[in-house]
C-alpha cells in the first residue's frame, strides 16, 4: 500500500479507534492480557481469581466473597462477571419471586450463583449448569466456600443442550420457578424453546437473560416479543467496568404454552 493510500484511511482509523476506544479496551483485557497471564502462571484467570479469594474473602460469607471478586476484577484482572450492577437487578428479582426451585445456565465462576442461592427462600433449590468442566471446579469450591451445601445449589457439569432434556428424569426438577440465562447469548433462543418443549416452565416463571445487547441476542429478544407467550421487560445497564458499553437483562415472564 502506498503512503497516499495509507494517509487516506488515517482519518478513517482515528475516527474508528476513538469511537470504539472502549471495545478496543475490553478486547485487550479479556484476550491479550489474559491469554498472556494464562501463559505466564498456567493457571486460567478462574482459578487465579479463586487463589485472591482464598486469601482476602471471609468463608461462609456470600456477600463478602463477592465483593472481594469485584475488587479483584477491578484492580487486578477483568473477570466479564455479572458485577455489582447487574448483580443488584438478579437479586431484587430472586427475592421478589421467591423461586422454590431455580435454574442457572452458565455458571461461570459462580458469581451470579452465590447472589441466586443467597437471595433464596427457606428451603429454596438452585441447579447451575457449566460446559467447561475446570471452570465448574472453580465454581463449586467457591460455591462450597460460601457455605453452600449440594442441597441448596447443585452443580452440573455438561452443556445446556444436552442437560435440559435430562433435568425432570435424572436431576428431578419439575419446574424451574426462575431461570437465568448467563451462558453463550447465541445459545439462549434453543435453549428457550427446549425449556418450553421439556415443559419445565410453569405459568407465571421468570426468565432472566444476561448480555442481551452486548454481545446481544437479538433472535432471542425477536422470539420473546413476537410469539405472545411472554411478557417483557429490559433493564438496562453498562458492562461491568465499561459503563459505556451498553448492556442489558431481559426479565420475561412466561404466561404459558397456550
Same mark, same amino acid.
Given at each position: 500500500?502506498?503512503?497516499?493510500?495509507?494517509?487516506?484511511?488515517?482519518?478513517?482509523?482515528?475516527?474508528?479507534?476513538?469511537?470504539?476506544?472502549?471495545?478496543?479496551?475490553?478486547?485487550?483485557?479479556?484476550?491479550?492480557?489474559?491469554?498472556?497471564?494464562?501463559?505466564?502462571?498456567?493457571?486460567?484467570?478462574?482459578?487465579?481469581?479463586?487463589?485472591?479469594?482464598?486469601?482476602?474473602?471471609?468463608?461462609?460469607?456470600?456477600?463478602?466473597?463477592?465483593?472481594?471478586?469485584?475488587?479483584?476484577?477491578?484492580?487486578?484482572?477483568?473477570?466479564?462477571?455479572?458485577?455489582?450492577?447487574?448483580?443488584?437487578?438478579?437479586?431484587?428479582?430472586?427475592?421478589?419471586?421467591?423461586?422454590?426451585?431455580?435454574?442457572?445456565?452458565?455458571?461461570?465462576?459462580?458469581?451470579?450463583?452465590?447472589?441466586?442461592?443467597?437471595?433464596?427462600?427457606?428451603?429454596?433449590?438452585?441447579?447451575?449448569?457449566?460446559?467447561?468442566?475446570?471452570?465448574?471446579?472453580?465454581?463449586?469450591?467457591?460455591?462450597?466456600?460460601?457455605?453452600?451445601?449440594?442441597?441448596?445449589?447443585?452443580?452440573?457439569?455438561?452443556?445446556?443442550?444436552?442437560?435440559?432434556?435430562?433435568?425432570?428424569?435424572?436431576?428431578?426438577?419439575?419446574?424451574?420457578?426462575?431461570?437465568?440465562?448467563?451462558? +453463550?447469548? @447465541? #445459545?439462549? /433462543?434453543?435453549?428457550?424453546? %427446549?425449556?418450553?418443549?421439556? =415443559?419445565?416452565?410453569?405459568?407465571? $416463571?421468570?426468565?432472566?437473560?444476561?448480555?442481551?445487547?452486548?454481545?446481544?441476542?437479538?433472535?432471542?429478544?425477536?422470539?420473546?416479543?413476537?410469539?405472545? +407467550?411472554? @411478557? #417483557?421487560? /429490559?433493564?438496562?445497564?453498562? %458492562?461491568?467496568?465499561?459503563? =459505556?458499553?451498553?448492556?442489558?437483562? $431481559?426479565?420475561?415472564?412466561?404466561?404459558?404454552?397456550?
Amino acid at each position: 500500500m502506498s503512503p497516499a493510500i495509507a494517509l487516506a484511511f488515517l482519518p478513517l482509523v482515528v475516527t474508528l479507534l476513538v469511537r470504539y476506544r472502549h471495545h478496543f479496551r475490553l478486547l485487550v483485557r479479556t484476550v491479550l492480557l489474559r491469554r498472556i497471564r494464562d501463559c505466564l502462571s498456567g493457571l486460567q484467570i478462574e482459578e487465579r481469581a479463586f487463589s485472591y479469594v482464598l486469601t482476602h474473602a471471609l468463608p461462609g460469607d456470600p456477600g463478602h466473597i463477592l465483593t472481594t471478586l469485584d475488587h479483584w476484577s477491578s484492580h487486578c484482572e477483568y473477570l466479564s462477571h455479572m458485577g455489582p450492577v447487574k448483580g443488584q437487578i438478579l437479586t431484587r428479582l430472586v427475592e421478589e419471586k421467591a423461586p422454590a426451585c431455580a435454574l442457572e445456565l452458565g455458571t461461570y465462576c459462580g458469581y451470579s450463583t452465590l447472589l441466586i442461592a443467597r437471595a433464596l427462600p427457606p428451603g429454596g433449590h438452585l441447579l447451575t449448569v457449566e460446559r467447561n468442566p475446570r471452570t465448574a471446579a472453580v465454581a463449586e469450591k467457591l460455591i462450597r466456600l460460601a457455605g453452600f451445601n449440594d442441597h441448596t445449589v447443585e452443580l452440573i457439569v455438561g452443556s445446556s443442550e444436552e442437560v435440559i432434556p435430562r433435568l425432570r428424569t435424572q436431576y428431578q426438577l419439575s419446574r424451574a420457578d426462575l431461570v437465568l440465562l448467563a451462558h +453463550r447469548p @447465541r #445459545c439462549y /433462543l434453543r435453549d428457550l424453546q %427446549l425449556l418450553e418443549a421439556h =415443559a419445565l416452565l410453569p405459568a407465571g $416463571a421468570t426468565v432472566l437473560a444476561d448480555h442481551v445487547l452486548f454481545p446481544g441476542a437479538p433472535r432471542f429478544l425477536q422470539y420473546t416479543k413476537s410469539c405472545g +407467550r411472554y @411478557r #417483557c421487560r /429490559l433493564h438496562h445497564t453498562g %458492562l461491568p467496568g465499561f459503563p =459505556a458499553i451498553k448492556d442489558g437483562i $431481559a426479565q420475561l415472564t412466561y404466561s404459558g404454552p397456550g
